[in-house]
């Protein structure tokens, strides 16, 4: 139990164009979903937290414009990257709070973005 | 801010036991976690300790908590080579959402 999925894995794309990502709560419903980003040999960045019917919160430093999160129902959230640069290249990575659990985080396989 | 501080690299030889160790500085923290990432894939949650508690043991895993130092342990008994990956240590306050990573120690086991 408790799978998150990403689609796409793997992702590559020109500038200026716009990507979106998906992450899917498989068998549980979830009221929270966050949004990270991993660099390179680099720890998680929380970029922002997704609640179900709700507006993002997102982190200091990331633009909400650029990065546009969508949490329409229990099972799935998209973030999707708008006018995409080199610099966005990365690896975002999803997870999912189940409803009625306060201290867990189940994480999605993430996606690689690269942006030629 | 929260800050999380783990060692970069750790090499261990097969059949050894490994400890990776993490540091923190929010002292409102009340959960304690431990992930594993094999490359190229997402997290994994391998373990959590509540604050309140010193140490924790699940199969090969212990989890040893010093809050007064804000210092945090991961044993890894009998070392397999499955073992290597990245294992990121995180925390979270209390009635606050958002977790915090560490930097990551990639382990290294040695056949």
């Known amino acids: 139990g408790a799978v998150v999925s990403q689609h796409p894995s793997r992702v590559i794309c020109k500038s200026g164009t716009s990507v979106k990502i998906e992450c899917r709560s498989l068998?549980?419903?979830?009221?929270?979903m966050f949004w990270y980003r991993q660099f390179p040999k680099q720890s998680l960045m929380l970029m922002a937290t997704s609640n179900e019917g709700s507006k993002a919160t997102y982190e200091q430093g990331v633009e909400k414009d650029k990065f546009l999160i969508n949490h329409a129902s229990l099972t799935l959230s998209t973030l999707t990257v708008t006018s995409a640069h080199p610099e966005d290249s990365s690896f975002y990575i999803c997870?999912?709070?189940?409803?009625?659990?306060?201290?867990?985080?189940?994480f999605g396989p993430g996606t690689r973005l690269t942006v030629l | 801010g929260e800050d999380v501080e783990q060692s970069l690299f750790l090499s261990v030889r097969e059949g050894d036991s490994s400890v990776i160790n993490c540091t923190y500085t929010d002292s409102s923290s009340t959960y304690l976690y431990w992930y594993k990432q094999e490359p190229g894939a997402g997290l994994q949650l391998l373990t959590y300790?509540?604050?309140?508690?010193d140490m924790k043991q699940d199969q090969r895993l212990t989890v040893l908590l010093n809050k007064k130092d804000k210092h945090l342990s991961l044993r890894i008994a009998d070392t397999q080579t499955g073992d290597s990956a990245i294992y990121f240590c995180a925390e979270r306050a209390g009635g606050y959402q958002k977790v915090t990573f560490g930097t990551g120690t990639k382990l290294q086991v040695i056949p």
């Open positions: 300790i509540f604050s309140n508690m």
């Open positions: 068998d549980f419903q979830a009221t929270t």
């Open positions: 997870s999912a709070r189940p409803l009625r659990t306060y201290n867990e985080q189940f």
